[in-house]
């Protein structure tokens, strides 16, 4: 199953997308392999941004 976050830079519509890109990234990355830290940190922002926009359009 190819996902989103197969795609270094590629931008995710919403927070479900960026939760299921990070649950994939998590779920195929190999323990001996290393841990892909840029990658997480970036679909961490993207779901942050996702899930904190409609609390700034409230605000």
Do not use: H, K, Q
């Amino acid at each position: 199953m190819s996902t989103t976050a197969d795609l270094p830079g590629s931008v995710l519509p919403d927070a479900e997308a960026a939760n299921a890109a990070i649950r994939d990234l998590v779920d195929s990355t190999d323990p001996d392999g290393g841990w892909p830290a840029e990658e997480y940190e970036r679909l961490l922002a993207l779901w942050a941004a996702a899930t904190t926009a409609d609390l700034d359009e409230a605000a």
